[in-house]
């Protein structure tokens, strides 16, 4: 028994050959498009990871560099400042490259930055600022690395000068970050630019007690202490009087690093002396924390900027002023 094939009705609508073939390209383009986008993503994460390796080797390599220059005189601010410089340029140049690798082009992200100009300028202030404030803190060394610094009322030890803070340790080793901004733009208060400072003690002493022997007590033991400069000579002097009591004043130079101990032990022998100037249990004056004792001109220091790293090139003299040797017998 044969059956009969079935008849196609005339209005039933059949797949297009040409819509199948479409599709098929779609797909394997959609199959392409998607293949370049994975390796494009992971050479763009290669790049991106090759740009912060770069980035630390480039810091490691200015630190060394210039450690190397300043061997004699190494400059832990520049060091500092520099490497962190270097390692956002590089950081910069990687994030171009893996944007371009995702298919952005340079000059289309050109264009986006110059019309969004204002913007950009507006949101950056803060932080253009704290860059061009630590160009200005480079070049004019208001403070270095090690400096006892007061700002922003903060004190403490400069740790380091960044691209955009700078760092300082508190006494009592507290980290704090500050903006390069906020520094320069405030005032600057450096105990550590010059070798000496100047300790000023203002102790009372009651009228029952001899002014007199007090005084001369008290200048006999800055002249006897070590860590106090003779030159200029301890100065002390009567600055106020009352009924109860008269205000007087010592004044003595003495190296940066032993201010506090010698303002300490003027401040003590001052109240024990007003007490009784006879007294002789004084305790003796302690030992000089200061790497080089030795005396110099009070206010004498270096100016560290940029600046005075470029001098001049000393030449031979000639002429009448230079020294001939003797002739020969």
């Known amino acids: 028994m044969q059956t009969k094939p079935s008849v196609i009705p005339n209005n039933a609508s059949l797949p297009s050959l040409a819509n199948v073939r479409a599709d098929e390209s779609m797909f394997g383009h959609f199959l392409d498009w998607l293949g370049r986008l994975a390796v494009n993503l992971v050479v763009a994460t290669l790049i991106l990871l090759v740009t912060f390796w770069a980035a630390g080797l480039?810091?490691?390599?200015?630190?060394?560099?210039?450690?190397?220059?300043?061997?004699?005189?190494?400059?832990?601010?520049?060091?500092?400042?520099?490497?962190?410089?270097?390692?956002?340029?590089?950081?910069?140049?990687?994030?171009?490259?893996?944007?371009?690798?995702?298919?952005?082009?340079?000059?289309?992200?050109?264009?986006?930055?110059?019309a969004a100009s204002l913007a950009i300028g507006l949101a950056l202030q803060g932080a253009l600022s704290n860059v061009a404030a630590g160009v200005m803190i480079l070049l004019f060394r208001p403070y270095r690395v090690g400096d006892?610094?007061?700002?922003?009322?903060?004190?403490?030890?400069?740790?380091s000068l960044d691209l955009l803070f700078t760092e300082i340790a508190t006494f009592d080793n507290v980290k704090v970050m500050i903006p390069n901004s906020?520094?320069?733009?405030?005032?600057?208060?450096?105990?550590?630019?010059?070798?000496?400072?100047?300790?000023?003690?203002?102790?009372k002493v009651p009228l029952k007690t001899d002014l007199v022997a007090v005084l001369k007590r008290l200048r006999e033991r800055a002249e006897n202490d070590p860590r106090i400069r003779q030159e200029p000579a301890p100065m002390i002097e009567v600055t106020?009087?009352?009924?109860?009591?008269?205000?007087?004043?010592?004044?003595?130079?003495?190296?940066?690093?032993?201010?506090?101990?010698?303002?300490?032990?003027?401040?003590?022998?001052?109240?024990?002396?007003?007490?009784?100037p006879a007294r002789t249990d004084l305790p003796p004056p302690r030992a000089s924390n200061a790497p080089d004792p030795s005396p110099t001109m009070p206010g004498e220091g270096e100016h560290h900027h940029l600046l005075s790293l470029i001098k001049p090139r000393r030449g031979r003299k000639s002429g009448p002023a230079s020294t001939r040797s003797p002739p020969k017998a």
Request: glycine residues 4%; hydrophobic residues 50%; positive net charge.
């Open 58 to 114: 480039a810091a490691r390599f200015m630190r060394r560099t210039l450690s190397r220059v300043h061997r004699n005189n190494p400059d832990a601010t520049l060091e500092s400042f520099s490497a962190s410089l270097a390692r956002y340029a590089v950081i910069a140049v990687g994030l171009v490259a893996v944007l371009q690798q995702l298919g952005v082009q340079a000059t289309s992200i050109i264009a986006v930055l110059g």
């Open 182 to 203: 906020k520094v320069f733009g405030d005032v600057i208060l450096n105990y550590s630019a010059h070798r000496n400072r100047r300790v000023d003690v203002l102790f």
């Open 148 to 159: 006892v610094i007061e700002t922003s009322t903060r004190q403490g030890t400069v740790k």
């Open 240 to 276: 106020d009087l009352s009924e109860v009591f008269a205000q007087a004043a010592i004044r003595v130079w003495t190296a940066a690093p032993d201010f506090g101990p010698v303002k300490t032990d003027l401040m003590l022998s001052a109240h024990l002396l007003a007490e009784d």
